[in-house]
């Protein structure tokens, strides 16, 4: 085929000059010539030529019909298949010109499959993604008509490789590849791809992280974390229904076809992740997804519990997302933690009322403290430690833990004392509740009261004192549903007073109003004026 | 059909013999009503009913009435039997005949007396019936008797028939004469005499009365036309009209007479009142609202609310609206100079251009200006009590005397022009303002009428714009002062957001934001409502994109501000202020501190906010939280802290040491001095000793505040342990050696206060309650009412229900009536058409 290369080199120099006339050339009219007879074979590299030009539209069309005529020729079989001669050897050698010909399209093959590996990484997303759509193409083909031998029975005709090169690309240590990965979803949804994507995923991050000894790469682990999010195991063995290549007789022994492997590849690949150091987003990136997309498809839940009691010593926010995951590890898998609500204990402090999951810890702090064998100094503790926070907290706040320290004080009836102490009535006291102590025990809340309460009765929100107002009188027995309060804004508290209609007088200020500083006991006026005073 | 009719009536006819009890007794007669809760000893009304009974008692009523009728139908004649108790079936006819006579007797009776000449009475002569007399059987009498029996008709002849008895009198003197003085001759001759004197006697007596009588009618009557016209307004004119010839003949006592009747007429007025008692007056008054504001902080449900306030303009002169030139001012100029003239000239100019009406400004101008030149001397002297007239006129409608003089001394001091300013103000207002505006239908409206105008005239313009249109003077004026409302708001807004702010405007157009506000106390929330609603959504959007806001600019600070000035902020709740008092607490937790002027903005906003809980002393805890973060900022070490900051706040970090002085040195130049409230906005600090001395100002307003806090809240229980942190703070790190000297003793005020707050509290109990009285026994008393089920809940929905009800009783009860109405009718006629063709038929055989 020499000459023909030769020859080849000669057009390409012509080609160059004539670019225009070329471009005008339907890549997909050479992919019709070359599949109708094999002396236009050349013209392969015609269609490489436009993959790897600057137009998006070229390399969109090339790509196309790359997959094309590659697709077709493994459905002709007319490429080498088994262990491939090199090139040179092959023509020189003593193969048929069918056999020549076969060994050339398939170093062709293996050369347009390193190109389109390369559009991978380009900077537009058009030309990225369909690589990307041309590559799961020839995935496809190739299982389905296998280029390799079937003499191992593991993975059958998957091909495997291809998968790993095309994750391999994904998970960019310096570009950013969500969106990419994004696409790359729709490829997941086959379970044989899902399968082998994520043991690729697990052998890459080996690999990668082994050579940067454990340090934080932050571009690389928010990709792989995109990937990994993006996975999602069924419920059951019987909703294992889509593959991308079919296997024939021996398809029950193939292991992308349990759930089990599914699931312990699954649990690999997170366990592999999460194994190294993360940065400290990403810890809330994962511990948000955790417990519902991530525990629940995990053969050996309790395997997190190091990374969750990791995540869990952290402190902030980070300490409060892995509550659920600990839970759910505490409430299903039996998990014993020391010291559990000590660490709960500790966890509150003034900016659980302000952090973005305000919502979700007081949830799980409801239902950890629902039991009602807690000791009463524990929940004491509790009850007054949240009422001391309530003093500086918004009034969203105030109405979540207002009905919570009165819930507690309902379940457990031992703890009433700290609303009710009859006996020293006429003695004053001097709070010997001591907010800095971390043990629950030594705190001295039980002989505390909670005047906090008292004292926001006087708050300026007409519904936060009322709701403090309550503790005037024995509480009711039936306990308040929080969970309606919990995700309540400011702006609907706003909403709320605004959109009430109003049918009575509004009051008015009688005070005549004659200038703009007056008024309000003058803090305003005190220390601002109108203008700007020359000094 | 003749046949059961037929029945029927011999049925009736058994029926009517027999009583009612026996009919009560026999069971085919008595149909028995199914009750539905049979309630035992309980007397029903209708629980027994006799159809036969009364469906004959209804036919003949029908008999008796529609029949009647039927058979008078067509018939022009009618018939109507008057005789008494013909149709009474009550009546015995005994009774009935004894009646009629008695009737009949008394009717004749009356009759016949009307011109009766005593046609029953028997007439005597002497006592003797003439019917009598007419058998002349013995017509010669004895004097004796005659004189015994006549002397009632004698006495009655002499005075009936005067001089006809003269010759019965003869005789009888004759008699006297004839029998010597008898005692009783005599006598009664003399009491002849006597009667006749006694009667001429008193002839004269009542001609003299009569005379009396009309003399003092007439004086009367003169008396009375004097008085008339007093007593009745309209009196006088109608008299003069019937009798003119009267008219001449007022006096002048009469005159004065009426006059005094007239002021006699005169409302009384009311006293008038003593300084003192105006101010008592104005203090219940005062006393009262406070009351009503204490009562609305506690949150009580505001039932029938005895506010009734009735808003009184400052303009108001409490006599009704009464659109009068004469407090408005007139602008002149006279030679590019604004002519402003003392208080009584003006008014005199006004009046004059009240007669002029409309006439040409040039021609007023000149009249003025002739005026003026002789002015001119007085005025020239200060330029400066020009200034402050140029106020005169609009703060003289402010009744509030005792602030007045204050005010207009912070606003002097507050606007120190030169005389160099003013008279470029007065270059810039050339064009004479208008005295009346149309209201502005829209925003930009608004604005262009204000535009290049200067503060004063653009309140001047506005208080114009509110008279001219003030609701009692067209209809749809009330709406256009509503809309008046949200466009000024609008207006307001606009001046705090431009570069520079004009601020000083919007002071101006405070009072007339106020006056509006009081008038349409709903279109004023609604506006606000919609101000507060809209900048809260706002940021709570931005919030959910970035996590964080920036702080509220002027012109919502600016609203805030206004809000706390129309608005009471102690309620418990109000639909406007617990909105604005909660965005305030949404901005001071949610806007994190990035710049000095996002500590200026952050003080203003608390300035605010403690000026909104300065009466009601509510906790608020978004309040201490920012002030400790702004404190912290001002700390130079930052290692060992001993109290928690809480978000926007943070302990450490690029933004934490804002407040820090670069240069100590600095402390010593400094001076407490005002920030100007465009500072939240833009600062403009070249040099680091400006913005240390920014830095201290924020310092200072920083632990004014907390001082202001501190004491507000140290009534509250857990006071020391709101404060703990500041305390810390104040202690261990801003100690009294790394601040001013200026601001020593305030620090130091700050920490005895929170030192002296009580530690101790008594215990939290429940309160008492009260025992729950034991169940009593006592009937639950249920309403019956007319239509079964209990509907409606009210009074008047009841009443509405049960009018229904009765309604379509009556209505079913009506068409019932109609039914059996005509049903008889057609029986009736079908017994004509029947006997007739009976008769017919029998004719014919």
């Known amino acids: 085929m020499a000459p023909v290369s030769r020859k080849r080199h000669v057009s390409s120099a012509v080609a160059e000059q004539q670019t225009d006339k070329r471009v005008k050339i339907e890549p997909n009219h050479k992919v019709e010539e070359i599949l109708q007879s094999k002396k236009h074979a050349n013209a392969v590299y015609d269609i490489f030529e436009l993959l790897q030009s600057e137009k998006v539209a070229d390399v969109v069309g090339a790509a196309g019909a790359c997959s094309r005529l590659f697709c077709c020729l493994l459905q002709r079989r007319e490429m080498f298949q088994g262990k491939v001669p090199p090139e040179e050897e092959a023509m020189s050698g003593h193969y048929s010109p069918q056999e020549k010909y076969s060994i050339f399209m398939r170093h062709r093959y293996s050369s347009c499959v390193e190109m389109l590996l390369e559009l991978l990484d380009h900077e537009l997303h058009q030309i990225a993604e369909s690589g990307l759509c041309c590559l799961m193409q020839f995935a496809a083909a190739e299982g389905n008509h296998p280029l390799l031998d079937l003499d191992w029975s593991e993975h059958h005709s998957f091909p495997r490789e291809l998968i790993l090169a095309v994750v391999n690309k994904l998970l960019s240590k310096t570009v950013d590849s969500s969106l990419l990965i994004s696409r790359f979803q729709e490829f997941l949804e086959m379970d044989d791809v899902r399968y082998y994507v994520m043991s690729s995923v697990r052998e890459n991050l080996t690999k990668v992280m082994d050579r940067s000894r454990g340090e934080v790469l932050p571009v690389y682990q928010s990709n792989v974390f995109t990937l990994m999010s993006n996975i999602s195991i069924p419920n059951q063995e019987s909703e294992l229904t889509s593959f991308m290549v079919k296997q024939g007789a021996n398809h029950a022994d193939w292991k992308a076809a349990k759930l089990k492997e599914h699931k312990r590849v699954f649990e690999k690949m997170w366990l592999g992740f999460l194994k190294y150091q993360l940065p400290s987003n990403m810890y809330k990136k994962v511990l948000v997804i955790l417990h519902d997309s991530v525990l629940p498809h995990m053969s050996e839940p309790s395997l997190m519990i190091d990374f969750l009691t990791a995540a869990y010593e952290m402190g902030g926010g980070i300490s409060l997302l892995a509550l659920n995951g600990l839970f759910i590890l505490i409430h299903e898998h039996n998990l014993d933690y020391p010291d559990f609500y000590k660490k709960l204990y500790s966890l509150l402090e003034p900016s659980v009322f302000h952090v973005k999951y305000r919502a979700r810890f007081f949830h799980l702090a409801n239902l950890f403290l629902s039991s009602s064998h807690l000791p009463a100094y524990l929940v004491a503790a509790f009850a007054k430690r949240l009422a001391r926070l309530a003093l500086t907290a918004p009034p969203t706040g105030l109405l979540i833990a207002l009905p919570f320290i009165y819930n507690l004080i309902r379940r457990h009836p031992s703890v009433r004392v700290l609303l009710h102490r009859p006996s020293e009535e006429e003695a004053t006291v001097v709070d010997p509740y001591v ?74 200020e009688f005070e005549t109003a004659a200038h703009f500083l007056q008024g309000g006991g003058g803090a305003l006026g005190r220390h601002f004026c109108l203008t700007f005073t020359s000094v | 059909m003749g046949k059961p009719t037929k029945k029927r009536s011999v049925a009736d006819k058994v029926r009517k013999a027999k009583t009612s009890t026996e009919i009560k007794n026999n069971p085919f007669e008595v149909k028995i009503n199914r009750k539905k809760f049979d309630v035992l000893g309980r007397k029903v009304k209708h629980d027994v009913g006799l159809p036969g009974v009364s469906r004959s008692k209804a036919i003949t009523k029908r008999k008796e009435t529609l029949l009647k009728e039927y058979k008078q139908k067509n018939k022009s004649s009618k018939f109507i039997d008057r005789r008494f108790g013909e149709y009474d079936t009550k009546m015995a006819p005994e009774d009935k005949i004894l009646q009629r006579f ?318 160099e300013e003013i008279k470029a103000q007065q270059e810039a207002a050339k064009s004479e303002l208008p005295y009346t505006f149309a209201a502005p239908e829209s925003f930009s409206e608004l604005k262009d009428l204000l535009c290049n105008h200067t503060p004063d005239n653009q309140r001047l313009i506005l208080a114009r714009t509110l008279k001219c249109n003030h609701p009692s003077l067209a209809v749809g004026n009330k709406l256009k002062l509503q809309k008046l409302f949200g466009f000024l708001l609008e207006y307001v807004g606009d001046l705090a957001s431009r570069t520079p702010p004009e601020l000083t405007t919007v002071d101006k157009l405070i009072p007339e934001l106020y006056n509006l506000c009081q008038m349409y106390p709903e279109a004023a929330c609604k506006a606000m409502q919609s101000i507060l609603g809209d900048a809260a959504h706002s940021m709570e959007e931005v919030l959910e994109v970035k996590g964080r806001a920036a702080f509220p600019s002027l012109d919502m600070l600016i609203y805030l501000k206004v809000t706390a000035l129309l608005f009471p902020t102690s309620d418990f709740r109000h639909p406007v202020t617990t909105p604005a008092l909660l965005y305030i607490s949404q901005a001071l937790t949610r806007c994190p501190v990035r710049s000095l002027q996002d500590v200026t903005s ?101 632990l004014d505040l907390v001082k202001r806090c501190s004491l507000l809240y140290r009534d509250l229980p857990s006071f020391t342990v709101i404060l703990q942190p500041i305390k810390t703070l104040l202690s261990k790190h801003l100690t009294a050696q790394t601040i001013p000297a200026a601001l020593q003793e305030l620090h130091k005020v700050i920490l005895e206060t929170i030192d002296s707050a009580p530690v101790a509290h008594p215990r939290l109990v429940f309160e008492k309650k009260k025992p729950i009285p034991l169940k009593l026994l006592t009937p639950k008393i249920v309403e019956v009412l007319d239509y079964g089920k209990k509907r409606g809940c009210t009074r008047e929905e009841k009443e509405k229900e049960r009018l229904k009800h009765k309604y379509k009783k009556e209505f079913k009860g009506a068409l019932r009536e109609l039914r059996k109405d005509s049903r008889f009718l057609a029986r009736e006629k079908l017994n004509e058409v029947v006997q007739r063709d009976t008769e017919r038929k029998k004719k014919r055989k």
């Open chain 1, 435 to 508: 907010m800095e102590e971390e043990d629950p025990a030594q705190c001295g809340a039980l002989e505390s009261s909670l005047w906090e309460i008292k004292t926001l009765q006087k708050h300026h929100h007409p519904d936060v004192s009322k709701a403090a107002g309550l503790i005037n009188t024995p509480l009711v027995q039936q306990e308040e549903d929080i969970s309606k309060v919990l995700e309540t804004t400011t702006y609907q508290l706003m909403e709320q007073e605004l959109k009430q209609t109003v049918v009575k007088k509004i009051p008015l």
């Open chain 2, 102 to 419: 008695a009737m009949e007797r008394k009717r004749s009776y009356d009759k016949k007396d009307v011109f009766n000449l005593n046609e029953d009475e028997e007439l005597t002569h002497f006592g003797q019936s003439l019917a009598k007399m007419e058998t002349f059987n013995d017509f010669v009498n004895s004097d004796d008797e005659s004189e015994e029996k006549g002397l009632l008709s004698a006495e009655m002849t002499a005075s009936h028939f005067g001089g006809g008895g003269g010759l019965l009198r003869k005789k009888t003197s004759g008699d006297q004469q004839e029998e010597d003085g008898s005692q009783r001759a005599k006598s009664r001759q003399e009491l002849i005499e006597e009667l006749i004197l006694k009667s001429k006697q008193e002839k004269r007596e009542r001609q003299a009365q009569k005379e009396e009588a009309q003399v003092l009618t007439e004086q009367l009557d003169k008396e009375w036309k004097s008085i008339q016209a007093l007593m009745v307004k309209k009196a006088p004119k109608a008299e003069s009209d019937e009798k003119p010839e009267e008219k001449p003949k007022l006096e002048e006592y009469d005159m004065m007479v009426r006059e005094l009747g007239f002021e006699m007429k005169a409302q009384p007025s009311e006293k008038l009142k003593t300084p003192e008692e105006l101010a008592r007056e104005e203090r219940e008054k005062l006393q009262k609202l406070e009351a009503d504001r204490l009562r609305r902080m506690m949150g009580d449900e505001i039932g029938n609310s005895t506010q009734q306030q009735v808003h009184m303009s400052a303009d108001d002169l409490n006599d009704g609206f009464i659109l009068d030139n004469d407090d408005k001012k007139t602008l002149a100029y006279q030679d590019g100079k604004w002519n402003i003239e003392e208080e009584e000239e003006d008014n005199e100019e006004e009046d004059d251009n009240e007669e002029d009406g409309d006439t040409e400004e040039g021609e007023e101008d000149e009249e003025e200006g002739e005026e003026d030149e002789e002015e001119g001397e007085e005025e020239e002297g200060g330029v400066s009590s020009e200034e402050e007239d140029g106020h005169s006129d609009l703060e003289s409608e402010n009744e509030s005397e005792e602030e007045e003089p204050k005010l207009e001394a912070k606003e002097t001091s507050a606007k120190p022009l030169s005389q």
């Open chain 2, 602 to 702: 952050g003080l203003v906003l608390c300035c605010l906010a403690v000026e909104y809980v300065s009466f009601s002393k509510r906790f608020l805890p978004e309040l201490i939280n920012f002030l400790l973060g702004i404190l912290h900022l001002a700390v130079r070490d930052k290692t060992t802290l001993g109290y928690t900051l809480v978000p926007p706040f943070r302990a450490t970090g690029k933004l934490t040491d804002l407040l820090v002085l670069s240069d100590w040195e600095s402390c010593k130049t400094w001076s407490k001095k005002s920030l100007p409230l465009s500072a939240t906005q833009s600062l403009d600090l070249k040099t680091d000793l400006e913005r240390d001395h920014h830095r201290l100002t924020c310092l200072s307003i920083c």
